[in-house]
């Protein structure tokens, strides 16, 4: 697979660029992008994006690995993030995270073999109301429990 | 009993993220009224109404514009903190979701105060539904030619600013204002050394100011209803409402605004509906995991502002208070804590890299039962060296929960060191008294 933006990709870096006086700052957002057209920043990727804005690739990679979110590997279809911080930690967020493991065999930043799911044991993800919470991507899961988590995998499993 | 007041940030008003309803509540009334005064008198406006910073310094707002450089022909910005990563905090995602409108209303009140062109609101990757919501508004802003180029032909004076969102990617420290700017530069996110401070070489080396989320849109509330009302709100000395994320063992958890100077016990009992299962309180945490905690028996009559809080050696931080029941084992939420900061420790100073390092390492053996009592006491002594001695805020508040709770709830450390200790301590058989009358048999 070659990895290269679009036109109309390359055209919105273009527009992120003019939002900022130096295009080092578009960095960020234009990882984002990547990571969602490719799932993950493969060295490639970061590389690709470095030329693309006149970076270094030391410079990309260095940014890359310093945020979480960015994937330095590939994940599973759905990443699932699951919060044991305080909040969630006493409503049994941490008792969710271990069931979660030990029902795929994953651990923190591991995926299924089938490429599925993929498992995250996150920081706060201010949904502490709510908690405990899980992420499934972008999407926010709140007041969940170990048979909510079961039945959002099996749903999960289906689609 | 919690007295009436007017809400500031979240009335109670259905749709009001729709601009047209926001409008028609008198929105953009506040930017009027502010442009009818000069831009010194703006930023003596919000000075007047006392209104400190809501992202945990309490540092005086309208004392943060004045420090910008007037006359100067340098660019000037303004960075808006949404990264709102302390654990227990999760009060702007409320603005973006329910009042964006009043944030953009309380950004361009603050660019024409410093007469600043763009502004850049930083928000944390995690929200991306709310990134998206933010967008949203911001769009519908530039639609009715209330900011952007088409700004100064509505309003009918020459100012104008354009606002820019901008998503972070998981780093709890980029909260840290300049670790916030040089996120936004498209930099790691390392926090910088102090001074020069933002207001004279901040984004892009320019003067910049950078304002938590809450504390703008507040701005505008204390142009409509007037600085004076605004100050005689709540708490004389930290005036206004503050939005309590409450969360943990409590029965209603949840974003509530209420007046600065509410009492604790009010917040927990009448708002939030106590505690589940009538259970006692054993700990809380007043403002987000790096505040140092409260014991369950000194919560009686504290009143949730600044300067309440200070004499019991705790800050309101973000507001968000996390109740733990009298079962839970503090312990293990104290390690969890240090993991915490020590996940997200930057690693550009040693005391808070290692010695976040080894708060974690040090509870995690007490945890396990490993450790002798004099851990506790290496426990207090490594929070007291990484205390002070870092670029940024990140280490004190990795230090103080650690030290708080150690200090305030010994006991319950020393039961976890005691029960499994490994080894005899050599002084039970050393009194003079033991050795005469059991010690020879025993051996």
């Known amino acids: 697979m070659e990895i290269v933006f679009n036109a109309e990709e390359l055209e919105k870096i273009e527009t992120i660029k003019a939002k900022y006086p130096e295009t080092k700052a578009a960095l960020m957002p234009t990882l984002w992008m990547a990571q969602k057209?490719?799932?993950?920043?493969?060295?490639?990727?970061?590389?690709?994006?470095?030329?693309?804005?006149?970076?270094?690739?030391?410079?990309?990679?260095?940014?890359?690995?310093?945020?979480?979110?960015?994937?330095?590997?590939?994940?599973?279809?759905?990443?699932?993030?699951?919060?044991?911080?305080?909040?969630?930690m006493l409503r049994n967020g941490d008792k969710i995270y271990h069931h979660v493991s030990e029902r795929l065999n994953i651990g923190h930043m591991e995926r299924t073999d089938d490429g599925v799911f993929s498992l995250e044991e996150v920081e706060c993800m201010g949904a502490c109301g709510d908690s405990p919470m899980v992420a499934v991507n972008e999407d926010f899961y709140e007041n969940m429990s170990i048979i909510k988590v079961d039945e959002l995998i099996d749903s999960l499993k289906k689609t | 009993m919690i007295p009436n007041f007017q809400k500031i940030l979240l009335p109670e008003i259905d749709n009001l993220s729709d601009i047209n309803i926001y409008i028609a509540n008198g929105g953009y009334e506040g930017y009027k009224r502010a442009i009818s005064l000069s831009p010194d008198g703006v930023t003596n406006e919000v000075k007047k109404?006392?209104?400190?910073?809501?992202?945990?310094?309490?540092?005086?707002?309208?004392?943060?514009?004045?420090?910008?450089?007037?006359?100067?022909?340098?660019?000037?910005?303004?960075?808006?903190?949404?990264?709102?990563?302390?654990?227990g905090s999760f009060k702007d995602r409320q603005i973006f979701e329910h009042n964006p409108q009043q944030l953009i209303e309380g950004i361009m009140i603050a660019g024409y105060a410093m007469n600043i062109k763009a502004a850049y609101i930083y928000i944390r990757g995690e929200y991306h539904k709310w990134v998206d919501l933010m967008q949203k508004a911001i769009d519908e802003a530039y639609?009715?030619?209330?900011?952007?180029?088409?700004?100064?032909?509505?309003?009918?004076?020459?100012?104008?600013?354009?606002?820019?969102?901008?998503?972070?990617?998981?780093?709890?420290?980029?909260?840290?204002?300049?670790?916030?700017?040089?996120?936004?530069?498209?930099?790691?996110?390392?926090?910088?050394?102090?001074?020069?401070?933002?207001?004279q070489k901040g984004l892009w080396g320019m003067p910049t100011t950078v304002n938590n989320i809450e504390t703008i849109a507040t701005v505008p509330q204390i142009f409509r209803i007037g600085a004076e009302n605004y100050s005689k709100i709540g708490a004389s000395k930290h005036p206004g409402t503050l939005l309590f994320g409450v969360s943990g063992h409590i029965n209603k958890p949840g974003v509530y605004e209420l007046p600065t100077g509410t009492l604790l016990t009010d917040i927990i009992y009448d708002v939030c509906g106590g505690i589940p299962g009538n259970k006692k309180i054993k700990a809380v945490i007043p403002g987000g995991s790096s505040m140092p905690p409260l014991r369950g028996d000194e919560i009686d009559g504290i009143m949730m502002d600044e300067e309440s809080l200070k004499p019991f050696g705790t800050h309101i931080g973000t507001g968000g208070i996390m109740v733990m029941d009298e079962d839970t084992d503090l312990v293990k939420l104290t390690l969890r804590i240090a993991h915490f900061y020590h996940h997200e420790?930057?690693?550009?100073?040693?005391?808070?890299r290692e010695g976040c390092g080894w708060l974690e390492k040090i509870l995690k053996r007490i945890y396990n039962g490993e450790a002798s009592s004099r851990d506790l006491d290496l426990l207090v002594s490594v929070s007291n060296n990484i205390e002070g001695n870092t670029i940024c805020a990140l280490g004190d508040a990795a230090a103080w929960p650690v030290r708080g709770f150690v200090t305030k709830f010994r006991s319950e450390f020393e039961k976890h060191v005691k029960q499994s200790r490994t080894f005899v301590p050599q002084n039970v058989v050393h009194g003079k008294l033991n050795t005469r009358n059991m010690l020879v048999e025993n051996i």
């Open chain 1, 37 to 88: 057209k490719w799932g993950w920043l493969s060295p490639d990727v970061m590389r690709y994006v470095g030329d693309l804005l006149g970076l270094t690739y030391a410079h990309v990679e260095g940014v890359a690995t310093f945020y979480t979110m960015y994937f330095k590997k590939p994940m599973g279809k759905f990443h699932l993030q699951v919060c044991t911080n305080v909040s969630c």
């Open chain 2, 49 to 87: 109404s006392g209104l400190r910073g809501r992202g945990g310094a309490c540092f005086p707002t309208g004392l943060k514009w004045s420090f910008m450089p007037k006359g100067t022909d340098k660019p000037k910005y303004l960075a808006v903190n949404g990264d709102e990563s302390e654990p």
């Open chain 2, 143 to 199: 639609e009715k030619g209330f900011i952007g180029s088409n700004m100064a032909k509505t309003f009918g004076n020459d100012y104008s600013i354009d606002i820019y969102l901008h998503k972070g990617a998981g780093a709890y420290v980029c909260g840290e204002e300049t670790a916030l700017m040089s996120s936004l530069e498209g930099d790691r996110g390392y926090p910088r050394v102090k001074p020069p401070f933002p207001a």
């Open chain 2, 345 to 352: 420790s930057c690693g550009q100073c040693t005391p808070c």
